[in-house]
């Protein structure tokens, strides 16, 4: 089974970086977001990769080409923003690698997905609701993936799948800086068990 769960580790440093790893997949999260706004995130991005762990790995808070080309330089699989920028969908897609841009309207939702994103980050989804989820759906084509970012979580997993959400970006739910390793497993089998029963 695919959960559709982007774990966001902002804050994560290289250290933490292949255990936090391997915890995730084995918990049953297999998308990887480290934000570039993290400490030494290459770095941390990198050592994930080198793990070859059936996973997508890649960055988060991505603002410009050159950081794409960077991640493209690393192997990483997935770009994902705050923001719908057409040139960083375009040069992801270029390079090969999943883009999971962020979008608030629908004008920014086809404006992305016309320059080829893989999936629509709507973010921050607390600002949305799945009722506003439900009405840009209604406009969307229907097989295009969407990630509620920001406001979604075990406690409202439901309400966001009956508006008809494909999956979520979990950040500091999942991890915040100087979280034990522990933590980090028990939060991601708690948040993985609430998407399972949620379906």
């Known amino acids: 089974m695919t959960r559709e769960i982007i774990a966001i580790l902002r804050g994560l440093t290289p250290a933490e970086a292949q255990p936090a790893a391997e915890i995730l997949v084995q918990a049953g999260i297999s998308k990887i977001e480290v934000p570039l706004n993290s400490p030494n995130p290459?770095?941390?991005i990198k050592a994930m990769l080198d793990l070859g762990l059936d996973a997508h790995i890649g960055a988060?808070?991505?603002?410009?080409?050159?950081?794409?080309?960077?991640?493209?330089d690393l192997g990483a699989h997935l770009v994902v923003s705050?923001?719908?920028?057409?040139?960083?969908?375009?040069?992801?897609?270029?390079a090969g690698m999943l883009?999971?841009?962020?979008v608030m309207?629908?004008?920014e939702a086809f404006a992305a997905l016309r320059a080829g994103a893989d999936g629509l980050k709507f973010f921050p989804a607390s600002l949305i609701g799945?009722?506003?989820?439900?009405?840009?759906?209604?406009v969307l084509p229907s097989?295009?993936?969407t990630f509620a970012v920001g406001g979604a979580g075990p406690e409202n997993f439901s309400d966001w799948f009956a508006a008809g959400v494909t999956g979520f970006g979990i950040g500091s739910a999942l991890y915040k800086p100087g979280m034990s390793l522990d933590d980090i497993a028990t939060r991601a089998t708690q948040i993985v068990a609430a998407y399972d029963a949620s379906l």
């Open 130 to 138: 799945p009722d506003g989820l439900k009405a840009i759906k209604a």
């Open 105 to 107: 309207t629908p004008t």
């Open 82 to 94: 705050p923001d719908c920028q057409p040139a960083v969908i375009t040069a992801t897609k270029a």
């Open 99 to 102: 883009s999971y841009p962020g």
């Open 60 to 72: 988060g808070t991505v603002l410009d080409t050159d950081a794409v080309a960077t991640l493209a």
């Open 143 to 145: 097989d295009v993936a």
């Open 42 to 44: 290459f770095t941390s």
